[in-house]
């Protein structure tokens, strides 16, 4: 028998006032899952998590959490839930230790709970050596995994991460990511939400596409890549816009599929590199030639025409 989902929403709809900021969406997130929400800014990513972290009313449709209801258990729900918003909330003029303590009690946990719990989450964030500084003056990195080691102080069973790391370095990045894998290995239920491409490949078991409330694609990213994608593209970039142009009849029968973006050419095939032999033998002469697997980023572009970055 399948243990039941950790969190269920059927039609879910989010409304401010006129305005839908998650409309009719279907999704489910499994016990031991990481889960993902992909799409750029404004998808209905953030409203989504919120509902499900029982801190914004649902609009319309059905939403469960643990098996219960946002909007009539949301202290029992919150109480098993490890939250992680965009933005830190840290208490900057206290000590990391002290932002660890203060929150554990919030949980009504002992002092010697509190003590080993925090120890243990520091050392798992590789901040134990700046238990007694400030947290003001931590790099941005230190301060995303002292939020995460923050959130996990009440042994959550389920870990919303709100887009985990944007503003970080490519470093402190994977850094991040290699934690939250280990929380994974380790049983912790993730939900997150992202615009970066590659952190939904390194991150998620299963994701959705969201574009503008709506859900446009769900699956793992390798089986939304092989059904929506080619195995390669071939980016094409001009020196000049009229060169660009001029080029773009000329790659009418190469590859499966183009698009043509503001800064370059997007060439679809099954074969990269002897998809560029034929570009470079018809006599164009493109300023660059990159050769690369395809990406959920492309995914989303041929699903919506727009990259996640627009």
Request: charged share 25%; aromatic share 6%.
């Amino acid at each position: 028998m399948h243990a039941p989902p950790l969190v269920q929403g059927r039609h879910l709809t989010k409304r401010f006032g006129s305005y839908v900021a998650v409309d009719n969406i279907d999704f489910s997130v499994g016990q031991g899952e990481a889960f993902g929400f992909l799409g750029p800014n404004g998808a209905g990513k953030t409203s989504t998590m919120r509902m499900i972290g029982c801190v914004s009313p649902v609009s319309e449709g059905e939403l469960t959490v643990l098996g219960m209801d946002p909007a009539a258990h949301g202290p029992s729900i919150r109480a098993r839930l490890g939250v992680v918003p965009q933005e830190d909330n840290l208490d900057t003029e206290l000590t990391v230790w002290d932002n660890m303590a203060i929150y554990g009690r919030y949980f009504g946990l002992s002092r010697t709970a509190i003590r080993e719990r925090a120890r243990e989450l520091l050392e798992f964030v590789q901040l134990a050596d700046r238990r007694n500084d400030r947290v003001d003056p931590l790099s941005g990195g230190m301060k995303r995994r002292l939020t995460i080691a923050r959130s996990l102080i009440n042994k959550p069973e389920l870990l919303l991460l709100d887009e985990p790391t944007t503003g970080l370095d490519p470093q402190a990045r994977h850094l991040v990511w290699e934690r939250l894998y280990q929380l994974k290995l380790g049983g912790v239920t993730l939900v997150l939400t992202t615009h970066y491409m590659d952190e939904a490949e390194q991150l998620c078991d299963r994701l959705v596409i969201m574009d503008r409330g709506r859900i446009v694609a769900e699956g793992s990213p390798r089986d939304l890549i092989q059904r929506y994608s080619t195995r390669d593209v071939v980016e094409l970039r001009f020196a000049s816009t009229e060169d660009r142009e001029a080029a773009i009849p000329r790659l009418g029968g190469v590859g499966d599929r183009m698009e043509t973006l503001p800064d370059r050419l997007l060439v679809y095939t099954g074969d990269g590199d002897g998809t560029a032999e034929l570009v470079a033998h018809d006599g164009l002469a493109p300023a660059s030639v990159l050769v690369r697997r395809s990406t959920l980023e492309d995914v989303f572009l041929i699903l919506t025409g727009r990259t996640l970055e627009d």
